[in-house]
């Protein structure tokens, strides 16, 4: 194993780690990696459950939780999903809602509830959106799918109604809101912002929904409860760097899978452009209706735009020596391929095309870009070679032809995968592939490569039958990159990887998945594994299920997005659980985990480790 690679069972005696220890250290030594803020199953009711009776004075008690867990940037509050049941009967009650947990050794508290919430009705069974989010002061926002007829809702001391379709839109003459996007973003000042479609016909000028130059039936809005404003609308004008208009180009439609709403209230998004200035038909060979925008410096502004030229390593206009070579943008990638942070620096990567509209022969098909030094440059290109910092022996070692993952943080860091990498002792699907980070004075370093020894275990429940054995195994991450990894303000990571190696298996009684989190030294923990015996509580382990990780919410934290990392280093996820090796998930759980400082490390390691290896004899 690496040396900067540490395998860690315990949580750090933070301040807040021992609040909530406080109440149950003499049951419940440290001796797990984490605990448990609420648990499902009919038992429990107590600090694990919601704590809620039905009219009949029946408890209820948790069935499920689903969706991203987030926790709040400041202070180590918690809002998840969750499902509720009543003990002692056969009928749903309630059955949907969002929770908060406030830190040290509180119980979970219901944000919703049954009864109308801002006139728009009762909320329904499965009426609450997987989706929850959490600002930065202890407010908290969610969305209700079916009763409020894509009503988005927040938290803030009183639950209240924030945007509801027919509402009446600010900024708009009087048009009404027909639908509310699927994603919610909520920055640390408490303010939400979403995406949404207005009513044809609507508003002042009339609301145009068809395709073409006039079209603006959509937009985003951004705001608190009874005080939501417009941020920027289909059909407003666009403005090159320095605030010069572009003639006849305007915003087009929106890419809806992601966009950054950050603490200081910009929005970075990436869509369609529609005007006469503007080829709409010449797709992404000759068309220039494509790009990444943003309101960082109070007008809407196009940061890369398809057929602009992209800048070198230096910030210069790229220039081209071949007539193969990449010369500008074709298309710039969306989801979790783009971000920003509170102070208006971006992360993204594009697809590259030559002037005569084709992929680029030689140079790279693909580049990754960001001005988190003050100067929007690449960082990184297909088939350019890695900077020294994290070159292999020959020197030969080149970015591969996917660059994603793409986050930045508030301290202008910026962490990126990579896949299909080449050069010497290179293998495809082995260790072709990773995850990197740049700051932001330029220093590039590596979180993990594929083929890199992983602080996993290799066979948490030792099986031999599943070929599961310790003796000889040699757990590595895998050349796969992680779906999706979240940062917070000092750099510390959280992410769920894939493994192999030696005692490493795949399929349903594999242990080839883990949930792991990075310090700001790049030591990395293992918090979960596919199959691992997790300790849940005392005289409770239980096993982690085939499909158990729960996922990670793509962030850097300071673009209002939903985390599982807040900056102080807390975690927050949810594990499914079953009773054998491989078998269907039986319960599952909200936890909570500090990433343990170097010290704490050290002290309190080998005890986590041999409490540990007790637990599983």
């Known amino acids: 194993m690496q040396p900067n690679m540490r395998v860690v069972s315990v949580i750090a005696l933070t301040p807040l780690a021992l609040m909530a220890l406080a ?33 009949s004075n029946n408890p209820q008690y948790f069935t499920g939780f ?35 947990w406030v830190g040290a050794n509180s119980n979970v508290a219901k944000i919703t509830d049954n009864p109308a919430l801002g006139g728009v009705g009762t909320y329904t069974t499965s009426g609450i959106a997987s989706a929850t989010i959490a600002g930065g002061t202890g407010q908290f926002g969610f969305r209700d799918n079916t009763a409020a007829n894509a009503g988005l809702y927040t938290n803030s001391g009183t639950p209240g109604r924030l945007i509801k379709a027919l509402d009446t839109a600010a900024g708009t003459g009087g048009a009404t809101f027909s639908s509310v996007g699927n994603i919610m973003t909520m920055n640390s000042s408490g303010s939400i912002a979403t995406l949404a479609t ?28 009874g005080s939501l404003g417009l941020l920027v609308r289909q059909g407003d004008q666009l403005n090159a760097p320095g605030n010069v208009v572009l003639p006849d180009v305007l915003v087009g439609g ?38 990444l925008f943003s309101t960082r410096n109070g007008y809407a502004e196009v940061i890369a735009r398809r057929g602009d030229s992209f800048p070198d390593a230096s910030g210069a206009a790229f220039t081209s020596g071949t ?18 942070n509170g102070s208006g620096r971006v992360a ?17 098909t693909i580049a990754l870009f960001s001005d988190n030094d003050g100067t929007l440059r690449t960082l990184a290109r297909h088939t350019s070679p890695v900077p020294a910092s994290i070159q292999n022996t020959a020197g030969d070692l080149a970015w591969g032809s996917g660059l994603g993952n793409v986050i930045i943080n508030s301290a202008n860091t910026v962490v990126f995968s990579t896949t299909g990498m080449t050069g010497t002792g290179i293998t495809s699907n082995v260790n072709n592939a990773g995850v990197y980070r740049v700051s932001g004075s330029g220093v590039y370093s590596k979180v993990y490569q594929g083929g890199d020894a992983a602080p996993a ?24 990159t992680p779906t999706s990894i979240a940062m917070n303000s000092a750099g510390q990571l959280v992410f769920v990887a894939g493994l192999t190696g030696a005692g490493i298996n795949s399929g349903l009684t594999g242990n080839q998945t883990g949930l792991f989190a990075m310090d700001t030294d790049g030591s990395i923990f293992l918090i979960a594994q596919k199959g691992m015996l997790f300790h849940v509580g005392p005289g409770d382990d239980r096993i982690v299920s085939s499909s158990g990780i729960g996922s990670i919410n793509q962030t850097g934290n300071s673009d209002g997005r939903a985390s599982n990392i807040d900056d102080l280093g807390n975690i927050v996820f949810t594990l499914s659980f079953s009773d054998t090796v491989g078998g269907q998930a039986t319960s599952s759980g ?12 050290a002290l309190l390691g080998m005890g986590g480790l041999l409490a540990a290896r007790r637990r599983r004899r």
Do not use: C, E
Request: net charge negative; glycine share 16%; aromatic share 8%.
């Open 348 to 364: 993204y990567s594009a697809s590259l095309r030559t002037s005569a509209g084709t992929t680029p022969a030689t140079g790279g």
């Open 457 to 480: 275990w290799p066979a948490a429940v030792s099986d031999p039958s599943l070929n599961q054995v310790i003796a000889g195994a040699a757990p590595v991450f895998s050349a796969g």
């Open 66 to 100: 689903s969706g991203g867990v987030s926790v709040i940037r400041a202070g180590g509050y918690v809002v998840f999903a969750g499902n509720t049941n009543v003990l002692n009967t056969s009928v749903n009650s309630n059955s949907s809602g969002v929770w908060s």
């Open 254 to 291: 929106f890419d809806s899978s992601a966009y950054a709403y950050t603490d200081s209230g910009k929005l970075l998004w990436t869509g369609a452009l529609q005007g006469t200035g503007v080829n709409t038909t010449g797709g992404t060979t000759t068309g220039t209706n494509q790009g």
């Open 23 to 55: 109440g149950r250290a003499a049951a419940d030594p440290l001796t797990g990696p984490s605990w448990p803020i609420a648990l499902d199953g009919s038992t429990q009711t107590g600090q694990y459950g919601p704590n809620l009776l039905d009219t």
């Open 198 to 225: 207005l009513t044809t016909g609507s508003g002042s000028p009339a609301v145009v929904s068809t395709l073409g130059p006039t079209a603006n039936n959509n937009g985003f809005w951004a705001g608190t409860p």
């Open 323 to 340: 007539s193969t070579d990449g010369v500008a943008y074709r298309s710039v990638n969306t989801g979790t391929s783009m971000d920003m």
């Open 590 to 601: 909200v936890f909570y985990f500090h990433i343990p400082s170097p010290g704490a490390t």
